[in-house]
């Protein structure tokens, strides 16, 4: 099994940024994707961004030039820096590994004035 811990997060105002991390432990095998995505009130469960299993990364059109995303594989995880956060990027945050697919239990982000 795999297990997610997440850190990050928080409140900031529009225009701020923030930092996320997520670490993977337990039996990892390589090849493995890992990144995030986010779920706001009402709305489904959405990518972000995503290291894949080629390790290319794949962004959400709606975050492009603001998000980063970066690897460390030597330590099973992954980063998600946020600039020029908006309200609308207001969401729980999940981070997401696979093989197999795991799920953190979710950061919140607000951003807000």
């Known amino acids: 099994q795999v297990q997610l811990a997440e850190s990050g997060g928080g409140l900031v105002q529009p225009g701020g940024s923030l930092g996320l991390s997520c670490t993977a432990s337990?039996?990892?095998?390589?090849?493995?994707?890992m990144g995030w995505f986010r779920q706001a009130p009402g709305k489904q469960r959405e990518l972000v961004a995503i290291?894949?299993?080629?390790?290319?990364?794949n962004y959400s059109d709606s975050i492009k030039g603001r998000f980063t995303i970066s690897r460390d594989s030597a330590k099973n995880t992954v980063y998600l820096q946020m600039n020029s956060l908006k309200p609308e990027d207001t969401a729980l945050y999940y981070c997401?590994?696979?093989?197999?697919?795991?799920w953190g239990q979710g950061t919140q982000v607000t951003v807000s004035s």
């Open positions: 997401h590994f696979a093989p197999p697919l795991t």
């Open positions: 337990g039996i990892i095998r390589s090849p493995y994707a």
């Open positions: 290291v894949t299993i080629g390790n290319n990364t």
